[in-house]
């Protein structure tokens, strides 16, 4: 009787390590950033009118600061991988024969007998040369490619979705506490957003949670000192 096949699939998180970073980096700071901004201004004695636009321009402030930024930096490591791709297809075109050698060499130095190195280069470089001196010698791979776009578009709808809660209670609290509000509902979503974000990389959750509240207490804690300070009507 035959052996049935099995598919067999791996999910690995660092597959996913592009767009979780700059989720996490997006919601983390828009929710710090916007909830100390709203907790500052309210310390302050500012009126709600004056709160609300606050945490209204920080939010669109910072989702396209948070665009910005990424589009520029993943460009510039896109910008390095065409360049590399640049070398090795002007490589593999003047000199086939030493880059076959040194594709031969790189699997020899991870484990594989001489000959069957070379085999494989060779296979490896009639199906696809280009794609096996990205991955083997460079280290580019698809999965891992630079895509600045996506970066971008992830941070600033992170960031907009991590700044909302601080600015619609701004909006919808009319009572007083609203400093008190904001600090404890800003304290447990970062203490949920580092856990998940922890689980999502296969961690346990607990550090991750610690580490954002570690971070974000401090924010919020030096924006309300100089909202108290001052203490000055600014509306």
Request: net charge negative; proline share 3%; aromatic share 4%.
């Amino acid at each position: 009787m035959p052996a049935e096949h099995h598919h067999h699939h791996e999910s690995h998180r660092s597959h996913h390590a592009g767009w979780l970073r700059a989720a996490v980096l997006g919601a983390n700071d828009g929710l710090i950033s916007t909830g100390s901004l709203v907790l500052g201004m309210a310390t302050a004695q500012a009126t709600p009118a004056t709160i609300l636009l606050s945490g209204l321009a920080g939010l669109v402030a910072g989702a396209l600061s948070m665009a910005a930024g990424e589009y520029v930096s993943v460009s510039s490591q896109s910008d390095a991988e065409e360049a590399d791709i640049r070398i090795e297809r002007a490589a593999l075109e003047q000199h086939p024969e030493a880059e076959l050698q040194e594709l031969t060499q790189i699997y020899i130095h991870r484990g594989l007998e001489p000959a069957l190195a070379r085999q494989v280069a060779e296979q490896l470089t009639a199906h696809d040369d280009l794609a096996a001196h990205l991955r083997d010698e460079v280290g580019i791979h698809e999965v891992q490619r630079a895509r600045p776009v996506q970066a971008a578009m992830a941070s600033a709808g992170a960031f907009t979705l991590g700044a909302l809660p601080p600015v619609l209670l701004a909006w919808l609290w009319s009572g007083p506490g609203l400093a008190t509000v904001v600090v404890a509902s800003s304290l447990v979503l970062l203490a949920v957003l580092g856990y998940v974000a922890e689980r999502v990389a296969g961690g346990g959750g607990i550090k991750g949670a610690l580490r954002v509240l570690l971070w974000g207490s401090l924010a919020q804690a030096a924006t309300a000192l100089i909202g108290w300070l001052f203490g000055v009507n600014v509306g």
